[in-house]
C-alpha cells in the first residue's frame, strides 16, 4: 500500500533532550516536507526536500533540523526541544511539485515537551 | 502571499442533507487545490485534487469545484451521513508559495443521525 509512515504517533518528552521524528514514503516521491499544526495557526511548514541531499526552510524551521541522505526518509530531528514545539506534526510526500500532482500525507506525530 | 480561507468554520447538519463548504484564496496562480479530511487527532486523508486548468472532480458523493479566476472553489457532499462528521481542509499550491501547501482553517462538519 502507498503510503507515508511516520513514527513514533505519541511522543512525551523534557525540555533539552534530543529526540528524531521518522518518516519514511513507499512511492518513490522526490518532493518530501514536515508541516506543523496548532490551534488557530493551521498547518505551517517547517521544511521541505525536493531530492536527495537537497534541504531547504519553510515557514517556521527555528529549532528544527532535517536531513534526506535517501530518497525515501525525511527525518525531523529536535536538538533541543522547548515547551512551545508541543504540537502535532505531519509528513507530507508528492511525487515532484507542479500541476497534476498530489500530496500524500502520514498520519501524524503528537508530541508534548514539559 | 497565498491566502486561503473556508467558510464556515463549524457545521452541524442532519444525516441524509446535502451541504456546501466553501474555501477562497487570494492568489490565482496555483499548480492545484487539494481537499482534505481531517478525523479528530489523526492524519490528513486526500479526498480530491484539482488542477489549476479543471473545473471539478468527482469521488462517489463528493463533488469539487474550481473557479480559478474568482479564487473560489466549493466541495459539495451529497446525502451526508455521520460517518462524513470531520474536518476538511481546502489547501493550494502554486508559483508564489513555492513548494508549500498553503492551508485553510478548515471547516468541522458534524452530521447527526
Known amino acids: 500500500e502507498a503510503q507515508v509512515t511516520q513514527n513514533p504517533r505519541y511522543l512525551i518528552t523534557v525540555t533539552g533532550k534530543k529526540l528524531t521524528v521518522t518518516c519514511s514514503q513507499n512511492m518513490n516521491h522526490e518532493y518530501m516536507s514536515w508541516y506543523r499544526q496548532d490551534p488557530g495557526l493551521g498547518l505551517r511548514q517547517i521544511y521541505y526536500s525536493m531530492n536527495v541531499e537537497v534541504t531547504d526552510k519553510g515557514d517556521v524551521p527555528e529549532g528544527y533540523k532535517v536531513s534526506r541522505k535517501e530518497k525515501r526518509n525525511f527525518p525531523l530531528i529536535l536538538e533541543s526541544p522547548s515547551p512551545n514545539q508541543t504540537s502535532l506534526y505531519f509528513c507530507a510526500s508528492s511525487l515532484t511539485i507542479g500541476t497534476g500532482f498530489s500530496y500524500t500525507f502520514g498520519s501524524g506525530t503528537r508530541l508534548t515537551v514539559v | 502571499k497565498q491566502e486561503v480561507t473556508q467558510i464556515p468554520a463549524a457545521l452541524s447538519v442532519p444525516e441524509g442533507e446535502n451541504l456546501v463548504l466553501n474555501c477562497s484564496f487570494t492568489?490565482?496562480?496555483?499548480?492545484?487545490l487539494q481537499w482534505f479530511r481531517q478525523d479528530p487527532g489523526k492524519g490528513l486523508t486526500s479526498l480530491l485534487l484539482i488542477q489549476s486548468s479543471q473545473r471539478e472532480q468527482t469521488s462517489g458523493r463528493l463533488n469539487a469545484s474550481l473557479d480559478k479566476s474568482s479564487g473560489r472553489s466549493t466541495l459539495y457532499i451529497a446525502a451526508s451521513q455521520p460517518g462524513d462528521s470531520a474536518t476538511y481542509l481546502c489547501?493550494?499550491?502554486?508559483?508564489?508559495?513555492?513548494?508549500?501547501?498553503?492551508f485553510g482553517e478548515g471547516t468541522q462538519l458534524t452530521v447527526n443521525p
Open positions: 492568489d490565482s496562480a496555483i499548480y492545484n
Open positions: 489547501a493550494v499550491s502554486g508559483e508564489t508559495s513555492g513548494s508549500r501547501l498553503t
